[in-house]
């Protein structure tokens, strides 16, 4: 295989040129980390659920008509996805109080809030993803007015989307944070949901036991992130036979 050209290397995944212009090729690692990166380890098959998990939701919201990065998987790590211009802000949406939300405001994690709440972080990982306005982001001009409406509009389709997905196997989504891009037809500029969808930037809680399925369990230390994830996968249907792990080859007589 030809050598890739490395574009950008983050905590989770590595970003490539890809065959064609306005592709790239997003190789996802097995790293975890948590609080700004002051928590690390590496999680064997993580980087495989995840892009197998992360293709399963964008192609869903392909075939619903909400836009999205994602081309095609490519391998067990790999996956081809559309080149666009990150918005430089996390996007967040809760249906239910958890992680700082609680501690900000005082709400006992799992308190289901009286409708959708929509924040923004401005991506920044020296000043750790601090919350923002939209008055910040109207201000500082990283995004427009059309862009926030359509921000929003996004956000509240996946929303329902990964609710009815994660509902129908059991799984409450208690929160989840995307990013957006835009990507260019001419002059005509459009917002595509981008980057990935994964355990790694969901809150997923089984419904019956509140088991956690996503990255608290590794941030708060309770048990298997790999079962977790996994767990996940397989209500999901998504890794019904391989395993994640390498297998020593087989002698076959
Ligand atoms: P939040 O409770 O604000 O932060 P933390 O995860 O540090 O407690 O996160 C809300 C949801 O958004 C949660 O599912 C994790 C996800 N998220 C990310 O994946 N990356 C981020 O940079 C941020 C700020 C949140």
Not at 59 to 79: A, D
């Amino acid at each position: 295989m030809a050598r890739r050209n490395k574009i950008y290397e983050g905590k989770a995944k590595i970003l490539y040129e890809g065959p064609e212009p306005g592709t790239i090729v997003q190789y996802f690692k097995d790293d975890a980390t948590a609080f700004n990166a002051e928590k690390k380890d590496v999680i064997d098959g993580k980087g495989v659920l995840n892009n197998m998990l992360s293709e399963y939701f964008m192609k869903g919201l392909t075939q619903i008509g909400v836009p999205n990065h994602f081309i095609k998987r490519l391998n067990m790590r790999e996956q081809l996805c559309k080149s666009c211009e990150i918005v430089p802000l996390e996007i967040i949406v809760r249906n239910y109080a958890a992680g700082t939300m609680s501690t900000r405001l005082g709400i006992d994690e799992g308190t289901q809030l009286p409708r959708p709440i929509v924040e923004y972080c401005y991506k920044d990982d020296s000043l750790g993803d601090p919350l923002v306005s939209e008055e910040h982001i109207a201000a500082f001009g990283w995004a427009s007015q059309q862009d926030m409406e359509d921000i929003l509009s996004l956000a509240l389709r996946v929303n329902d989307f990964m609710s009815g997905v994660m509902f129908a196997v059991g799984i409450k989504l208690v929160d989840f944070k995307i990013e957006v891009g835009r990507v260019y037809d001419g002059d005509f500029q459009r917002l595509i949901v981008a980057d990935e969808i994964s355990p790694d930037s969901c809150r997923l809680w089984d419904m019956e036991t509140g088991r956690k399925l996503d990255k608290d369990v590794f941030r708060r230390d309770l048990g298997s992130l790999s079962d977790a994830y996994t767990e996940v996968a397989n209500r999901l249907g998504v890794m019904p036979k391989t395993s994640t792990t390498p297998t020593k080859p087989t002698l076959v007589n």
